[in-house]
Nanobody
Framework: QLQLVESGGGLVQPGGSLRLSCAAS????????IGWFRQAPGKEREGVSC????????NYADSVKGRFTISRDNAKNTVYLQMNSLKPEDTAVYYC?????????WGQGTQVTVSS
């Protein structure tokens, strides 16, 4: 059964850092682009970053450029999101996503709260 599991969220002060992980099971990540999305209370889910299957191409939302870095370790079947210089507006539930065989798969999400 295909599954994505996010981890690494938590409570951090403004200016702090977190690294999120998205571990896949039931399939091999190697051939798929992976995206990170987030959803804040009362807002729609938005794209944060994505990475190509090889890791050679990455994209970021303007709001996180220069602060977040997406990477992948295909040997560990895991994608990461390094988040630095966090701001209160980064507070949200973060999800990873893969489009596999024409079907959208999402993890359960991990809560990130940026607050002093």
């Amino acid at each position: 059964q295909l599954q994505l599991v996010e981890s690494g969220g938590g409570l951090v002060q403004p200016g702090g850092s977190l690294r999120l992980s998205c571990a896949a099971s039931g399939f091999t990540l190697d051939y798929y682009a992976i995206g990170w999305f987030r959803q804040a209370p009362g807002k729609e889910r938005e794209g944060v970053s994505c990475i190509s299957s090889s890791g050679g191409v990455t994209n970021y939302a303007d709001s996180v450029k220069g602060r977040f870095t997406i990477s992948r370790d295909n040997a560990k079947n895991t994608v990461y999101l390094q988040m630095n210089s966090l701001k209160p507006e980064d507070t949200a539930v973060y999800y990873c996503h893969v489009l596999w065989d024409g079907v959208d798969y999402w993890g359960q999400g991990t809560q990130v709260t940026v607050s002093s």
